[in-house]
């Protein structure tokens, strides 16, 4: 593999990965962990495995036919792809707002800013690296920057915290518990909305597409859900550690309560570091995604796409400032959004590869993938199902 291919696909791993390690990651999955304890391995490696058979299949279909999620969308059926798009700018700009807000309590942890400050500041840093002069290459290298920090902190908490890593490692084949509801809530927060395809949006963009790269495609796919799980895994063990011995977390802030339990204020300004680099790669990560999805790859020029992405930023942190957080019911709304959005992304995916050979350009498309595929879209179907609900309660319909 050459070494610009290598650079191209560290940087697309590494934006999937730390696109879906934002806020909410870490909130759920300190509160899984300390609900389920040690049964929550076997989730995490279920949620897993069916994240490997959808990315594998996106990341495909995306990198061989060389047109993005939308573009697909519109020859398949007209308007489709452009229905994508308004779903995911709508669920992405609330989320981002909440991804910028998690930069704010990230900062406020590590450093004691005010929360606004920080959210303020952390919003300037990530437009500077959109308008750097080599953006692409400032922002794989910041992501996979931050990401390693990421894990290599939590890390630290884990083994500070001592998990019982034999009973978790036997739950992984052997769960005390199993909860459908949390291994789909996994899979949503991991790979819903513009996450599932920020790696692959970002490989097209640096020029790597086409039947030839079939193997690099598949490994960047695997290996970006891989960093994700790993994140997921030494966070669960770093929070494990803490409730098995015990201890009951703040409700108002539980993830900084455990880190701070396993390694006092280290532990706290540790945790500050990890929600701050969570929070700034996820607004990369959302603000970069997102106007790939009401951009052109050949019809907009790099400046325009920079000044959108610019805008994007600074909308979502003007009303941050505004409201000092993302409303509870915008929220809903976006994960609604991102859960219908899940299976009709994929559904397009799937039906390329399995329907439209011309697209891919005349590559063979492997049955088992497809079969994998499908069986990982059913579930997202349930997902969409179970992301209506809440906003339905949310008008009081019974």
């Avoid at 390693?148 to 019982?164: D, E, K, Q, R």
Wanted: hydrophobic share 55%; with cysteine.
């Amino acid at each position: 593999m050459k070494t610009g291919t290598r650079s191209t696909l560290i940087g697309a791993m590494f934006l999937m990965a730390t696109s879906a390690i934002g806020p909410g990651f870490i909130t759920q999955t300190t509160l899984f962990t300390a609900a389920l304890g040690v049964a929550f391995a076997f989730a995490i490696a279920a949620s897993i495995l069916v994240d490997i058979a959808l990315q594998l299949n996106v990341w495909r279909v995306i990198g061989v036919s060389g047109r993005r999620a939308q573009e697909l969308g519109n020859l398949v059926a007209p308007r489709l792809g452009t229905a994508m798009a308004v779903l995911l700018f709508a669920g992405g700009l609330v989320f981002n707002i909440g991804n910028v807000s998690g930069t704010g309590l990230g900062t406020d942890a590590m450093l004691g800013l005010d929360p606004k400050l920080g959210g303020g500041l952390s919003a300037l840093i990530a437009i500077a690296i959109f308008l750097s002069k080599r953006a692409g290459l400032a922002m794989d290298r910041v992501v996979l920057v931050l990401g390693a920090v990421m894990i290599l902190l939590t890390t630290y908490i884990a083994i500070t915290s001592g998990p019982p890593v034999g009973q978790a490692l036997k739950n992984v084949v052997l769960p005390e518990q199993v909860d459908f509801l949390v291994i789909t809530t996994l899979i949503g927060g991991t790979i819903g909305g513009y996450i599932v395809y920020a790696g692959a949006h970002r490989l097209l963009d640096s020029g790597v597409s086409g039947p030839q790269h079939v193997r690099e495609i598949s490994r960047g796919s695997v290996t970006g859900i891989l960093i994700t799980g790993l994140m997921r895994v030494v966070l669960f063990l770093a929070i494990l550690g803490v409730v098995a011995g015990g201890v009951a977390l703040d409700p108002a802030n539980p993830t900084a309560s455990a880190f701070q339990h396993a390694a006092g204020e280290l532990g706290l300004r540790a945790f500050g570091i990890v929600l701050w680099a969570a929070a700034i790669t996820s607004v990369i990560g959302a603000s970069y995604t997102t106007v790939s999805f009401v951009t052109s790859r050949t019809n907009t020029s790099d400046r325009t796409r920079t000044a959108l992405v610019v805008l994007f930023i600074a909308v979502s942190t003007v009303i941050y400032l505004s409201l000092g957080t993302a409303p509870a019911q915008l929220l809903v709304f976006a994960g609604a959004f991102n859960g219908l959005l899940l299976p009709l992304g994929i559904g397009v995916i799937l039906w390329v590869a399995w329907r439209r050979r011309d697209l891919l350009r005349g590559y063979q498309y492997p049955r088992w993938l497809l079969c994998l595929g499908g069986a990982a879209w059913l579930l997202t179907i349930y997902l969409a199902i179970r992301s209506v609900k809440p906003v339905i309660e949310l008008f009081g319909v019974s």
